[in-house]
């Protein structure tokens, strides 16, 4: 593994529950394993994580036993969609709502050792802005705020990165818009977000998209899978993997090459910019 770059470690978050993030990262991470990537997802919800959920698997061992040093990172690891490792976190275990020290010294140590296998690391953070979620976020090399087109989701992404940006100055905050019927309505989600940001906060956040509000979404939840697997030609999986590229873009890809049908990859950006 001598001279391999280190992974993206990309942060999934929300100051709102309810707005689809656990779906986002679960099928960008699938999207980014069908460009050829190596990619994991850690679920951060450390007390009430549901990836493993989401994708019908069946964890014995999970993340609080690492935390807890009871289990080693490669006794956790599950095998998802498309390949994807999957670090199931544990669910209604009320201590690990607040992380110790050496919880946190763990934690931070798994993240490391995955950036280093993987090519993207996708965390799927907790809602809101708990200290576990901020010290979760700041782990990552960037992070993607999910947000709805509700202004009480609005409201709680732009407080999420009001905080993000005073902890963390330097961490790269991205904007996806979940649900939306079309991009000119996720557009203005975006921009009064990025407006308080520039006036406020004197920043500018960066808009990665949105992924359309979509019934086929819905339907891979109730049957545990993810829609870019179950219904790779749905609006909702076209979204994916338009951000899926974008993120791709972005590197590093161990210098492997990575083979992205062009025009597919094209006609999924143009319907969700």
């Known amino acids: 593994m001598t001279g391999k ?9 929300s100051g709102k529950g309810g707005v689809g993030k656990t779906n986002v990262a ?22 009430l994580g ?3 959920v989401l994708l019908g698997l069946t964890p014995v061992v999970h993340l609080g036993h690492l935390l807890d040093g009871e289990r080693s990172l490669s006794e956790i ?8 490792s999957i670090i199931p976190s544990g669910s209604g275990i009320p201590k690990l709502t607040a992380l110790t020290s050496v919880q946190r010294g763990r934690l931070k140590l798994a993240v490391d050792q995955l950036a280093e296998l993987l090519d993207f690391l996708i965390v799927d953070t907790a809602s809101g802005i708990s200290e576990n979620v901020i010290e979760t976020i700041v782990l990552a090399d960037r992070t993607l705020l999910i947000t709805s087109l509700e202004p009480s989701a609005v409201v709680d ?7 993000l940006s005073a902890v963390a100055p330097t961490l790269d905050i991205g904007i996806v818009v979940n649900a939306a019927r079309n991009g000119d309505e996720a557009s203005l989600a975006f921009r009064q977000i990025e407006i308080a940001a520039t006036r406020f906060l004197s920043r500018s956040l960066t808009y990665y998209g949105f992924i359309a ?61």
């Open 77 to 84: 690891i599950l095998e998802g969609p498309a390949g994807v």
């Open 26 to 47: 679960v099928n960008v991470a699938v999207a980014l394993a069908k460009l050829g990537l190596r990619v994991g997802v850690l679920d951060g919800d450390f007390g």
């Open 50 to 52: 549901n990836v493993d």
């Open 5 to 13: 770059a280190r992974g993206r470690v990309v942060a999934i978050a």
């Open 157 to 163: 992404a732009y407080a999420t990165a009001k905080v």
């Open 213 to 273: 509000e979509d019934a086929s979404v819905r339907e891979a939840v109730l049957m545990q899978r993810s829609v870019v697997e179950q219904e790779p030609q749905a609006m909702a999986s076209r979204g994916y993997r338009a951000l899926a590229v974008r993120l791709a873009g972005l590197g590093p890809t161990s210098g492997r090459s990575v083979e992205v049908d062009a025009a597919l990859a094209a006609e999924d950006i143009s319907r969700c910019a």
